[in-house]
């Protein structure tokens, strides 16, 4: 699978110390290492428009599994991920890490307007 899910997976999954590859049930998927959440990426190839849509399977557990958004997913991991690399660091130095973060989420994704709007509501 090598559409707009898959990169959004591979992503978050690159968001390290947070985040790790991991093969699972024939996908590269991203594993949290705070709880054993599984990202997977969702076959979108039948449909008119990728969404990136991820499935999450909460703490690793099939039985607890959604579909959620892949661009809002990833846009949190970037922020917990810039917080976390940015402990110890001037203030300048985490947002100059977190604008590196996110423009490259935007490269895969496209606008996050709607992201950023989601998460100030």
Do not use: N
């Amino acid at each position: 699978m090598a559409g707009l899910s898959q990169r959004i997976v591979d992503y978050i999954a690159e968001l390290t110390p947070l985040y790790t590859f991991q093969f699972a049930d024939g996908h590269d998927c991203a594993l949290s290492l705070t709880d054993g959440t599984l990202y997977m990426p969702v076959d979108e190839s039948d449909h008119e428009m990728e969404e990136g849509w991820v499935a999450v399977l909460w703490q690793g557990d099939a039985h607890k599994r959604s579909e959620l958004p892949g661009p809002l997913l990833a846009h949190q991991a970037a922020l917990r991920c810039a917080e976390l690399r940015g402990v110890g660091h001037p203030l300048s130095e985490v947002a100059a890490y977190r604008e590196i973060l996110l423009t490259r989420l935007q490269t895969i994704c496209g606008s996050l307007a709607h992201a950023e709007v989601m998460l100030r509501s």
